[in-house]
Nanobody, 122 residues
Framework: QVQLVESGGGLVQVGGSLRLSCAAS????????MGWFRQAPGKERDFIAI????????YYANSVKGRFTISRANAKDTVYLQMNMLKPEDTAVYYC???????????????WGQGTQVTVSS
């Protein structure tokens, strides 16, 4: 059972930056694809970014492409999401997830963190 813990959320002004971290409880480097998703109140959970086991070829949702960067430090079992040029519509609870398949569908991920709130004020 993999446990994931997100951190780094908070309140930021429009155009600002935040870096989210997701620490895993066990070795994930060679086992799981890692992804970031978000969910705003009253909305479905949306895909943001995923990264392969090796850290190559990240894949992004169009809404965040060019502003967000996903990366992973396999030696630390940690995944990051660097968020720049934040917009009010980025406000949501952000979740990291681990799964066996390189997919943007949240339904294919087996393990989830508790989420961290990101609020972008205008």
């Amino acid at each position: 059972q993999v446990q994931l813990v997100e951190s780094g959320g908070g309140l930021v002004q429009v155009g600002g930056s935040l870096r989210l971290s997701c620490a895993a409880s066990e070795r994930t480097a060679s086992t799981y694809v890692m992804g970031w998703f978000r969910q705003a109140p009253g909305k479905e959970r949306d895909f943001i970014a995923i990264i392969s086991r090796s850290g190559n070829a990240p894949y992004y949702a169009n809404s965040v492409k060019g502003r967000f960067t996903i990366s992973r430090a396999n030696a630390k079992d940690t995944v990051y999401l660097q968020m720049n040029m934040l917009k009010p519509e980025d406000t949501a609870v952000y979740y990291c997830a681990a799964g066996p398949t390189f997919s943007s569908s949240w339904r294919l991920y087996d393990y989830w963190g508790q989420g961290t709130q990101v609020t972008v004020s205008s």
